[in-house]
């Protein structure tokens, strides 16, 4: 059971926008930065967001992340096929004095 | 360009012990914090220990406190995970990842990662 949730799965069709949430509490989402990851398979995660909202250089403007309370959503428009892969959300628990990982939600471009 | 190379992984029987390293180039390692994170087979990603840049404060997972020690050294640019009285469920691929900042902030880069393999 991960302290962040996140739904198992998403899907959506090329160029759809899709939705993918991640609910915490006060000690990790409430109080810290959100990061979120993109996995492809087989391959080590890649930072998509950082600090909430922030896009590294080279990740698309089709990413946007926020923040609101204890929960972050990560968005993704204008879909495309390569954007099938795992995402996970992430931050830091101040109770926990560590950092806790999203289950993780599968994408599936239809 | 930021690199992590792990390295150390392979097959230990449980009980047993294994230290993982991941050398770092392309930034100023001792001015970050780095963490290890692992993913078991067809599972998500597990936050394992993080340490401050200078090394003097280290954080750890419950699963592992206790058994894993995180250490660095800064004159080598290289990561290191001690791993003793290794169980079948700390079998997972291990990444090195760079803080953006300090061990509270988020990784930024991550290395290719290396599989342990805990089984008799």
């Known amino acids: 059971q991960s302290v962040l949730t996140q739904s198992p799965s998403a899907s959506g069709t090329p160029g759809q926008r899709v939705t993918i949430s991640c609910s915490g509490s006060?000690?990790?989402?409430?109080?810290?930065?959100v990061y979120w990851y993109q996995q492809l398979p087989g391959t080590a995660p890649k930072l998509l967001i950082y600090?909430?909202?922030q896009r590294p250089s080279g990740v698309p403007d089709r990413f946007s992340g926020s923040k609101s309370g204890t929960s972050a959503s990560l968005a993704i428009s204008g879909l495309r096929s390569e954007d099938e892969a795992d995402y996970y959300c992430?931050?830091?628990?101040?109770?926990?004095?560590?950092?806790?990982f999203g289950g993780g939600t599968k994408l599936t471009v239809l | 360009e930021v690199q992590l190379l792990e390295s150390g992984g392979g097959l230990v029987q449980p009980g047993g012990s294994l230290r993982l390293s991941c050398a770092a180039s392309?930034?100023?390692?001792?001015?970050?914090?780095v963490s290890w994170v692992r993913q078991a087979p067809g599972k998500g990603l597990e936050w394992v220990s993080g340490?401050?840049?200078?090394?003097?404060?280290?954080y750890y997972a419950d699963s592992v406190k206790g058994r894993f020690t995180i250490s660095r050294d800064n004159s080598k640019n290289t990561l290191y995970l001690q791993m003793n009285s290794l169980r079948a469920g700390d079998t997972a691929v291990y990444y090195c990842?760079?803080?953006?900042?300090?061990?509270?902030?988020?990784?930024?880069?991550w290395g290719q990662g290396t599989l342990v393999t805990v089984s008799s």
């Open positions: 990842a760079k803080a953006e900042t300090t061990v509270t902030t988020g990784s930024d880069y």
């Open positions: 340490i401050s840049g200078s090394g003097r404060s280290t």
């Open positions: 006060s000690s990790n989402i409430g109080s810290n930065y």
């Open positions: 392309g930034f100023t390692f001792s001015s970050y914090a």
């Open positions: 992430a931050t830091w628990d101040d109770s926990l004095s560590g950092r806790v």
């Open positions: 600090r909430n909202n």
